[in-house]
């Protein structure tokens, strides 16, 4: 069972609050009415069931769309500059259509393939964010470029292009437009400009020209003879509608396959009627009944009705003090729960704090069967006896946590200690090269004066149990994320982009 709407289930985070409340202040508990908000919640989640996909034929049309990256396209007479109208109208259009191919191409005198002809709207998206305008040194426009590109890139018969631009700066384009209608190439024009026109930023205020005039980019209507010439359409301004409406009309069938659907069968129609239920009960005689009877029944299997969810908030508390360095008060929140998980997150807190005597007292009162939780807990104990100087006590609690498990910390902190005699102090802070422990869990006092007690090498399992171990990196994933930002543009990329600036007279 999954959930369609996930983000509902945030609310039952009210419930949790109304628990920890009532039980400072000692309240009445009204628990059939918290159990109909508790299934309203998860009804309005929308719980699913998926079935067996299905698969399905598919086709469509390859749309290309090419954007103007040159220097005009930084005007603001298109809010907020011409460039960035082009960016929303650009993710407005492949967010809506989920039939096509799209491809995405960059041209000013020169023309790169940002992405190529796909369906992931995600990576079409992020390759065009991550254009570098500052990276890009031509100024002019060749509209060429991009048609002889966009004719490369589809094999279909009839593709469609569009053009996000300001009309660039040629007085005719009676070549380009016998290009595209030898080449079946059907083109759109989405003028990103005004008549009136616009200054154009620069470092100095305003872009002047060589002599010492402000330049003012307007619209070049000459280029709608592209469109007419091929039998596409000319837009105005940043209206993704009349463009989404122009690749519908001129949908053609460029590419064929299937696809795998998953379908989902709804059970929101569940917890709905259990809310009505308990909604019911809570009016009624039978509810206060029928709660009686389930408090017996728990108490004959031996089950707390309250401590999990009641720990919760101390784990939450716990957790945002401990973020914020507030160790003494974050082991304070933890002193509430009395499971392992809850002692060992006050002893981490307290060895933050530089308590180190009282958390390896805490750690020596854990009991587990876990043997992972067991190593980081052995480790814990053998960094707090490294931090009081006890180095063989330290090496002991390291040898038993690898053997345990193995971890790269452990070992790096137990080869750093071997031969370190007990008279010896390890200074953490003080000395430039640390080889205590790993550089991804280097102290968090070092280089600074040291009020801190505790350093960062240390294995907390507050992430995991609800209040996060603030001492640890995340390393990246070294595959692509786009979710992440990871990919970007490559120094090749800009290389063909801006490969013929050497030749150009004009700035613009």
């Not at 048609?147 to 018969?157: D, G, P, V």
């Not at 519908?248 to 009505?276: H, K, N």
């Not at 728990?298 to 919760?312: E, H, Q, R």
Request: neutral net charge.
């Amino acid at each position: 069972m999954s959930f369609l709407s996930p983000l509902w289930l945030l609310a039952l985070s009210s419930i949790l609050l109304y628990f920890w409340i009532a039980r400072i202040r000692g309240w009445h508990l009204q628990g059939w009415l918290l159990a109909t908000v508790f299934f309203l919640i998860l009804a309005l989640g929308r719980p699913v069931m998926s079935e067996k996909p299905v698969t399905v034929e598919e086709s469509g049309s390859d749309v290309i769309l090419a954007v103007d990256v040159s220097y005009s396209m930084r005007a603001s007479d298109i809010a907020p500059t011409r460039l960035d109208a082009a960016k929303q109208l650009l993710s407005k259009i492949i967010r809506s259509d989920s039939r096509d191919r799209f491809g995405v191409i960059a041209h000013t005198t020169s023309a790169i393939i940002l992405s190529p002809l796909t369906k992931d709207r995600e990576l079409l998206e992020h390759l065009f964010a991550s254009l570098d305008k500052s990276q890009i040194i031509t100024k002019g426009t060749e509209v060429m470029s991009a048609l002889e590109l966009s004719r490369k890139m589809s094999h279909a018969q009839r593709p469609l292009v569009i053009l996000f631009t300001d009309g660039g700066d040629e007085l005719s384009y009676e070549k380009e437009a016998a290009y595209a209608e030898e080449n079946g190439l059907k083109v759109c024009i989405v003028m990103l400009a005004s008549s009136q026109g616009s200054t154009l930023p620069s470092d100095s205020g305003s872009l002047k020209d060589e002599n010492g005039h402000i330049v003012v980019s307007s619209r070049n209507d000459a280029i709608n003879s592209i469109a007419e010439q091929s039998g596409g359409r000319v837009i105005d301004g940043a209206d993704a509608a009349s463009v989404i409406a122009w690749i519908e009309r001129e949908r053609g069938e460029d590419f064929a396959g299937e696809s795998t659907v998953t379908r989902y069968r709804e059970l929101f129609y569940f917890p709905l009627v259990l809310a009505l239920i308990t909604f019911i009960l809570a009016y009624t005689t039978a509810g206060e009944k029928l709660a009686k009877v389930l408090i017996l029944f728990l108490a004959m299997i031996g089950i707390s009705a309250n401590g999990g969810v009641v720990d919760y908030p101390y784990m939450a508390a716990g957790k945002y003090d401990y973020e914020r360095g507030n160790y003494e008060r974050s082991a304070q929140w933890y002193s509430e729960i009395h499971a392992p998980q809850g002692t060992f997150n006050r002893a981490n807190a307290l060895y933050k704090a530089g308590k180190y005597q009282e958390a390896l007292g805490l750690y020596r009162t854990i009991r587990t069967n876990d043997s992972r939780f067991k190593s980081k807990v052995f480790y814990n104990i053998g960094n707090a006896h490294i931090r009081l100087s006890e180095f063989e006590n330290g090496r002991q609690a390291l040898l038993k946590s690898l053997t345990l498990q193995y971890s790269r910390e452990a070992d790096q902190n137990l080869r750093a200690i071997t031969g370190v005699q007990e008279q010896k102090t390890l200074n953490l802070r003080k000395e430039k090269n640390d080889k205590f422990s790993s550089d991804e869990n280097k102290p968090t006092g070092e280089g600074k004066k040291g009020k801190e007690g505790g350093g960062s090498n240390m294995q907390s399992d507050i992430a995991s149990s609800g209040a996060g171990d603030a001492g640890k990196k995340a390393q990246a994933d070294p595959r692509f994320s786009t979710s992440q930002g990871k990919a970007s543009l490559s120094s090749r990329q800009y290389e063909l982009i801006n490969q013929r600036s050497v030749h150009e007279t004009k700035p613009w």
